[in-house]
């Protein structure tokens, strides 16, 4: 018997909506604020207030979409955590009252591990999924993580930023250069036209496989501060190789622990998710750790690196084949945890 899953996440920003038959998806709907913009970044108030208003007409789309009616779902899976408590508390509303309404299994997932479960969606278009055991480099708006995954369920953080996440540095760097939020997608744009030696920035020294880039941002700011002083066109003049430069500088710091972290397990299937799995330059230097013959790489299909639903939905689903269902006393959660 196939098992039909709603997945629904809303804890950033986004409001999606997904129904998946199996591994396979029938809808997957985000609809994104743009609310935000005005503010350079996103204002918690503002984006609960709109998932709010979002939440039942992306539910209802992605039923439609999927033709699927409501009393043939078999569970409800939403995001619990991490993320911003007033844009969780509105999932996590929908997903109990649906579930009690309909008397069907309510299903909690951390949004972390959806990203990575990502990979085993099955979509015209998705690369084969990686085997177990393989590490993950996931990196989205608010972390930066080394994960070694066992399988489904257990999932190690063996790497991680002491400060900044990597998406927070793009969108950092982008503020800084007078571009819009959230400025990831832009930066990567503007650096496919730029020389990523142009401007070099000095790299980090951490331990271990922990990340850091709060430096990054401060010598990306002092070095523009210093700039701007003699020409104040400089970052017009100069946008498409400031952009090439940090985005390169991201890349190899990102790459550089994750080589380390794969000499160090011996793990030679090495995967990428979250946000910032978006970036062409950081998708490029995957693909060329494959090409020298290194690592079998994993990338997930473009829609599915960004929040969605459709990973919301596959990570219930595996917890569905468990019979890993939670109470209705459940509770959110903003911070990360395994
Ligand atoms: O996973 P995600 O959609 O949301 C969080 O869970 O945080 O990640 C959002 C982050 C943002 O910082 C955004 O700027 C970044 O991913 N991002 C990118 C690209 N697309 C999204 N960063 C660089 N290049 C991109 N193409
Ligand atoms: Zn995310």
Known sequence: M??????????????????IKDRNILANLVANQHVHKDFGGVVPELASRAHQQNIIPVIDNALATAN?????????AYTN??????SLLVGTSFAKGFALAMGIPLITVNHMHAHILAHFIEDEGQQKAPPFPFLCLTVSGGHTQIVLVRDYHQMEVIGQTIDDAAGETFDKAAKIMGLPYPGGPLIDKHARDGDPNAFPFPHPKVPGLNYSFSGLKTSILYFLRDQLKKDPGFIQKNMNDLAASIQHNIIEILMKQLRRAASQTGIRHVALAGGVSANSGLRKAFEAEKD?????VYIPKFEYCTDNAAMIAIAGYFKYL???FSSQTTTPFTRYKD
Not at 81 to 86: K, S
Request: hydrophobic fraction near 35%; aromatic fraction near 4%.
């Open 2 to 19: 196939s098992i039909y899953i709603l997945g629904i996440e809303s804890s950033c920003d986004d409001t999606s909506a997904a129904v």
């Open 81 to 86: 955590g991490p993320g911003l408590l007033g």
């Open 292 to 296: 020298r013959g290194n690592w079998e």
């Open 68 to 76: 699927i009616r409501k009393n043939q779902i078999h569970a409800v």
């Open 322 to 324: 468990e019979k890993d």
